[in-house]
């Protein structure tokens, strides 16, 4: 099975901050990477697939990147609505694996 | 619009079973696939298995095959998930979700909630 990593698990930053979020896969996953975003007692919601094609309706601020094994979720100018848990996903082969997330918290 | 809206929640007894339903309105049914994941409370996403909603083939996570059973109603475009011999880890929230096309997933329905208590 195909592991992914997710860090930091948690993160504190401040409105207009740039964030990153880093997911790393155990192996080569291609550009076969998905970005959800989880808010406490809400189901996931998908922000983009093959690692970079953002998803309609999700704000330009947020943007992935990376192939292989190494990939990257940032949020340009953090905004309070984006607190949250966020999770990525490979789905290069069986089983569809996630990472731990990592939360997303404004100071 | 799209929307996936599943079953209410559940209390089992250990060593019962649990069936899910997840209702698909806004497109056809049969175009795409369905999935099942679920969340251990504060923990992370653990993709169950899915089924391909057009010919019924189903494909299984290892840690739940012989306890898991993913099922449909194509003429009441539901989809169905059956949990055997429940334990206390089996404790979770489940959603289904829509599969496209290389697998990732959109809409996900709104979650049950399935506790299992003596």
């Known amino acids: 099975d195909i592991q992914m990593t997710q860090s930091p698990s948690s993160l504190s930053a401040s409105v207009g901050d740039r964030v990153t979020i880093s997911c790393r896969a155990s192996?080569?996953?291609?550009?076969?990477l998905s970005w959800y975003q989880q808010k406490p007692g809400k189901a996931p919601k998908l922000l983009m697939h093959t690692a970079s094609s953002l998803q309609t309706g999700v704000p330009s601020r947020l943007s992935g990147s990376g192939s292989g094994t190494h990939f990257t979720l940032t949020i340009s100018s953090l905004q309070p609505e984006d607190s949250a848990t966020y999770y990525c996903?490979?789905?290069?082969?069986?089983?569809?694996?996630f990472g731990g997330g990592t939360k997303v918290e404004i100071k | 619009q799209v929307q996936l809206v599943q079953s209410g929640a559940e209390v089992k007894k250990p060593g019962a079973s649990v069936n899910v339903s997840c209702k698909a309105s806004g497109y056809t049914f049969t175009t795409y696939t369905i999935h099942w994941v679920r969340q251990v409370p504060g923990q992370s996403l653990e993709w169950m298995g899915w089924i391909n909603a057009g010919n019924g083939n189903t494909k299984y996570l290892q840690k739940f095959q012989g306890r898991v059973t993913i099922t449909m109603d194509t003429s009441a475009s539901t989809a169905y998930m059956e949990l055997t011999s429940l334990r206390s880890e089996d404790t979770a929230v489940y959603y289904c979700?829509?599969?496209?096309?290389?697998?990732?997933?959109?809409?996900w329905g709104q979650g049950t909630l399935v506790t299992v208590s003596s």
């Open positions: 996903q490979q789905s290069y082969s069986s089983p569809l694996t």
């Open positions: 979700a829509r599969g496209l096309g290389g697998r990732w997933f959109d809409p």
């Open positions: 192996q080569s996953i291609s550009t076969y």
